[in-house]
């Protein structure tokens, strides 16, 4: 089979990146040819097609002129349809799979794809199809108000980084996409937790179009250590929905116990900043970490925390945690509650709630050996249940129906 994979970004940027990558590598391991599409950038990785990328772009950038480009190209790009164009051009596709391809590729290139009548694929990563900013979460809190295709809310609310410029593209944005019905027109979605797969019904999608395949993780990559050196670790984006501070505040409540964060983002200033002026000593920032670093640091853990306050998907946080063995205490939203089985792999807390956080981490520091049976019970679970063979035969089964349809 002739497979497009589309991702904006062709780096490891995040978790849904490294679900990009590790799907291209088990599909072209089984035999099929597996072609990217995905935009230049000075930290991509190697790619004979990246001829056919889109021209980088960087929202960030100053200037008038800028600002407008960039924003016509969020709602539709030329040079990403023209790219497609030319590759569809010189290679036959069987089917096209999405991941995350907003703004600096766009919908655009679902023209070429289906003019050729090749069947479009989206994996859900965020919410992006029902919400403008992709989140649903704006000024700290969880928000819905665009149910009902009431984007222009996302501008009433600037619910795209507090800007109204930026607010007020993305609800054009929306209305556009939905006007031309590039969402609607998807073949198929993938939905990695069943809230997700649920959201999206909720808001008015086919239910018979979204099916639920989960994140997966090859478990042999990841071996469990035996030595605990005594800390609770987070590790990932630092940035309000994440819900760092609320850990901090833990932290606070429990002076006797040792927490290390790892991870950058836009709020690291100000949670280094929190910790300075709230006198929280017990707390270390190691940056950004990956690979055989980042899996020493969360193998020696006593356990790991994601304290999220928004609608988290299938979190790779908590697969590799435990995958290395390792209890995870989640809050208590979105689809963090689908993987973690209380009490037998790990603990969740109230969304938000410190002092409840800290009751849990409580108990797991002061039973270690009840946590390390938590942590191999998650490794158990993720060996049966979210494995490369199990995600391959669910991929492939999606694929087929699409192409048989």
Not at 253 to 259: D, E, M, Q, R, T
Request: glycine share 6%; charged share 20%.
């Amino acid at each position: 089979m002739n497979i497009l994979s589309v991702n904006k970004y062709f780096w490891k940027k995040g978790g849904s990146e490294s679900v990009f990558f590790n799907e291209m590598e088990m599909l072209e391991s089984a035999g099929h040819s597996v072609i990217p599409f995905s935009m230049k950038g000075s930290k991509n990785q190697p790619s004979e097609f990246t001829k056919y990328f889109v021209n980088e772009i960087d929202y960030a950038k100053p200037g008038f002129k800028n600002k407008v480009s960039s924003a016509v190209k969020i709602i539709y790009s030329y040079d990403a349809r023209n790219k497609m164009e030319h590759l569809l051009s010189e290679h036959p596709i069987d089917i096209a799979h999405f991941h995350i391809f907003q703004h600096q590729i766009s919908p655009s290139v679902f023209g070429p794809l289906k003019k050729r009548n090749i069947p479009i694929i989206l994996t859900l990563h965020d919410l992006k199809p029902i919400c403008p900013n992709y989140k649903m979460f704006v000024n700290g809190h969880i928000c819905e108000e665009c149910k009902g295709q009431k984007f222009y809310n996302c501008y009433k609310n600037k619910c795209t980084k507090g800007s109204k410029l930026g607010s007020f593209v993305n609800s054009v944005e929306m209305y556009f996409h939905y006007a031309m019905k590039y969402y609607q027109n998807v073949d198929s979605y993938i939905a990695a937790s069943r809230f997700h797969l649920n959201k999206m019904v909720e808001f008015g999608f086919d239910e018979n179009k979204i099916t639920y395949l989960p994140n997966y993780i090859d478990v042999s990559q990841y071996q469990p250590s035996d030595q605990d050196d005594s800390y609770i670790l987070y590790f990932g984006r630092l940035s309000s929905e994440k819900g760092v501070s609320v850990l901090l505040d833990s932290a606070k409540l429990l002076p006797h116990i040792c927490f290390k964060v790892v991870g950058s983002g836009p709020q690291e200033n100000e949670l280094l900043e929190k910790c300075k002026l709230e006198r929280i000593n017990n707390v270390s920032f190691l940056g950004y970490k990956f690979g055989i670093d980042l899996k020493n640091i969360l193998s020696e853990s006593t356990c790991v925390v994601l304290p999220s306050k928004v609608y988290e998907n299938c979190p790779m946080t908590i697969l590799e945690s435990f995958a290395s063995g390792r209890p995870v205490i989640g809050s208590n939203i979105g689809g963090i509650p689908e993987l973690i089985e209380e009490g037998e792999d790990g603990l969740t807390f109230t969304s938000g709630n410190a002092s409840e956080l800290a009751e849990k981490i409580k108990c797991i520091w002061d039973n270690r050996s009840t946590a390390t049976v938590m942590g191999m019970t998650g490794r158990k679970k993720i060996e049966k249940k979210f494995n490369t063979n199990l995600h391959y035969e669910g991929l492939l089964s999606i694929y087929n129906s699409v192409l048989n349809a």
